[in-house]
């Protein structure tokens, strides 16, 4: 039902959908500026780490995974 490719796409688009809800509320002066400032980076840095690391889960199992096409 939901495959781990699912998973990680729901994920990063609802980071995404975060961060840009948060950045509009902060344009439109319904939250503080500071505070969009402060927490816009923190995400942008959270959102980094994450797909870095799906990228180095995704490889090392590509590695480790057999090909059945190749003998």
């Known amino acids: 039902m939901f495959s781990s490719k699912n998973i990680t796409l729901r994920v ?3 980071l ?11 344009i439109w002066d319904i939250i503080e500026w500071s505070y969009v400032q ?7 840095q959270s959102l980094v ?8 889960i995704y490889l090392v199992q590509q590695m480790f995974q057999k ?3 190749r003998s």
């Open 38 to 44: 402060k927490y816009f980076w923190k995400s942008i």
């Open 16 to 26: 995404v959908l975060a961060i840009t809800i948060l950045a509009l509320l902060g």
């Open 12 to 14: 990063l688009t609802f």
């Open 67 to 69: 090909d059945p096409n």
């Open 49 to 56: 780490v994450i797909l870095i690391s799906a990228v180095a």
